[in-house]
């Protein structure tokens, strides 16, 4: 291949697909291309497709075209979750030339021989029940921190989610090669590695190619605690029939694991949880969350919800509000139920008009923003330890505690990907803490 093509990424979507961009974007500078950003003119661009993004199409479409602008004769490629549920779709948008699925992504080179434009899209994409093997992945060189893959796929049947059909069961990486991933990571001087996966609590399923676990997750958050040179490692979403005690109890004694925890909940009514297919219901997720706080009372703690689930009545949303009022909880994330195709909860009964759905996302918005504010208020006069990010965000550059509390400080470059210890302060009008350094050196 001509080693001055230059190749540009779009990742939409979660944690999971920032690192197998990452991984596709090496391999493609093993091949000699030039990386460049996605608004810079390129010879292809590479467009990493989420399913669970709402209006994913249109999206999809508007991405396309800005990179038609940067170059008409440009060759463009769709992967990732969206790809594989809806390819053809993908392939007719006019300007897409090519289409890969779960399994072809991670040889996207091997499908470049040709770079002229396609009058149709051209699809590869396997049946999904070959998503069987294991690519491991991680981020490096985007962000301060990194987001390590240690799982793919999952075996739960959700009423409502698509990934099983987008990214196939679930599997492991080996604990071999995830600790090899870590050291690499940690010796590209990179302070915080965030673990990824669709399911990573059930880490250990499939690491050998089989649906026995070779080992747990609390086996892998003990051996990932001994690799030096890792500053801090955080936990991603898991879900709360899978947090045990154990790893709680574990993380609140490591020097490395942050006291931060994200926990789907997705309805606060038993009645709900059932339609959905959730392997748990209220009492255990209100023991984890209590388990956590009793270890770790200043843990920053976050939760997915779904407002607007088929059979959703007004009750039934009180219920979820009022658990969740409830809560010793930090933050939400909150999604709008949209109906995806090929899901039970698609053609289920008491589907709520949008305009309710809508109603309902709007309050537990706002009952995020006072949970949120309550938690940051709860931290004033601690001290923390910092890491800065690498932007300059109008004139600032922020950071996020071992906590993960959101700090602002004016734009300095060399605080970039440094730790410091801080007192914080006071919240300011947007909602961000300020603070005051308590050493003037930068931590190794």
């Given amino acids: 291949m001509n080693a001055t093509k230059k190749v540009a990424f779009y990742t939409l979507g979660c944690k ?12 493609f500078k093993q091949e000699g291309f030039d990386r460049v950003d996605f608004n810079e003119k390129a010879d292809i661009y590479v467009i990493n497709t989420c399913s669970v993004t709402e209006n994913a199409d249109r999206r999809f479409k508007n991405i396309v075209k800005q990179a038609q602008q940067s170059n008409p004769e440009a060759f463009v490629a769709a992967i990732g979750c969206y790809a594989q549920l809806k390819s053809q779709e ?3 948008v006019n300007g897409v030339d090519l289409v890969l699925g779960a399994t072809e992504k991670f040889k996207i080179t091997d499908y470049l021989n040709d770079l002229s434009k396609n009058d149709l899209g051209e699809v590869h994409s396997c049946e999904i029940e070959a998503a069987d093997f294991y690519v491991g992945s991680y981020s490096i060189g985007d962000r ?10 999952c075996d739960y049947k959700c009423t409502y989610c698509t990934i099983p059909l987008a990214r196939g069961i679930s599997r492991s990486d080996t604990m071999e090669n995830v600790l090899k991933n870590a050291q690499e990571i940690s010796a590209q001087g990179i302070r915080e590695i965030v673990l990824t996966g669709v399911n990573i609590g ?4 499939g690491e050998f190619g089989n649906k026995k676990h070779a080992h747990t997750f609390l086996d892998l958050v003990k051996e990932l605690d001994k690799v030096p040179g890792i500053e801090r490692l955080r936990i991603s979403s898991i879900e709360p029939n899978l947090l045990k005690n154990e790893t709680i109890a574990f993380v609140a004694a490591s020097n490395t694991f942050v006291p931060h ?3 789907p909940l997705q309805s606060g009514s038993n009645t709900i949880l059932k339609l959905m297919r959730r392997r748990y219901l209220r009492d255990l997720y209100r023991d984890r969350i209590a388990k956590v706080r009793e270890v770790m009372p200043h843990a920053c703690i976050g939760v997915d919800v779904i407002v607007g689930f088929p059979g959703e009545t007004d009750d039934h949303f009180l219920e979820t509000y009022e658990f969740l009022h409830s809560l010793d909880i930090s933050y939400l994330h909150v999604f709008t139920y949209s109906e995806r195709d090929h899901t039970p909860a698609a053609n289920m009964d008491g589907v709520v008009p949008k305009k309710i759905r809508n109603k ?7 009952l ?17 330890t910092v890491l800065f990010e690498g932007e300059n965000k109008l004139g600032y550059i922020h950071g996020f505690t071992e906590n993960y509390v959101k700090v602002k400080a004016p734009w300095n470059p060399e605080l970039v990907n440094t730790l410091h210890t801080i007192e914080l302060t006071e919240i300011d009008e947007d909602g961000l803490v300020r603070f005051n350094f308590t050493e003037d050196t930068v931590m190794a």
């Fill in 90 to 92: 993908l392939a007719d």
């Fill in 16 to 27: 999971l697909n920032y690192s197998e961009t990452s991984t596709i974007a090496r391999n």
């Fill in 202 to 205: 059930d880490y250990g399923k």
């Fill in 368 to 384: 995020s923003a006072k949970k949120r504010r309550a938690f940051y208020e709860s931290q004033l006069g601690k001290t923390r």
């Fill in 360 to 366: 309902r996302s709007k309050m537990l918005r706002g």
């Fill in 261 to 263: 925890f994200h926990i």
């Fill in 144 to 153: 301060t921190r990194a987001f390590l893959k240690v799982q793919d796929g």
